[in-house]
């Protein structure tokens, strides 16, 4: 059981940066997979960043090279910057813990939104 806290969503103009957090209420360092998801008006939620537990980082194609996902576990806090930030990347963000199992696990937070102005 963990609970999960986004902040840092808002609205930016395009090329302008955001940091996205997300607070968990435990020790995040024995979570296997942090992540980072969004779903914009009318698509599917799509996965954006994952970060492992020994620091293994993936990112979807669309935000390759724009967007770096980070643990703090010091913090039981992860992150993710968000660079270069186009219209498509409007979407609300969430943040997503999962436990590997033989039955995998997944909690999730509220969601914060980014709203990316052209």
């Known amino acids: 059981q963990v609970q999960l806290v986004e902040s840092g969503g808002g609205l930016v103009q395009a090329g302008g940066s955001l940091t996205l957090s997300c607070a968990a209420s435990?020790?995040?360092?024995?979570?296997?997979?942090m992540n980072w998801y969004r779903q914009a008006p009318g698509k599917q939620r799509e996965l954006v960043a994952v970060?492992?537990?020994?620091?293994?980082?993936n990112y979807a194609d669309s935000v390759k090279g724009r967007f770096t996902i980070s643990r703090d576990n010091a913090k039981n806090t992860v992150h993710l910057q968000m660079n270069s930030l186009k219209p498509e990347d409007t979407a609300v963000y969430y943040c997503?813990?999962?436990?590997?199992?033989?039955?995998?696990?997944?909690?999730w937070g509220q969601g914060t939104q980014v709203t990316v102005s052209s």
């Open positions: 997503n813990a999962q436990f590997w199992g033989p039955i995998r696990y997944n909690y």
């Open positions: 435990r020790s995040i360092s024995s979570i296997h997979a």
């Open positions: 970060v492992t537990s020994n620091n293994s980082t």
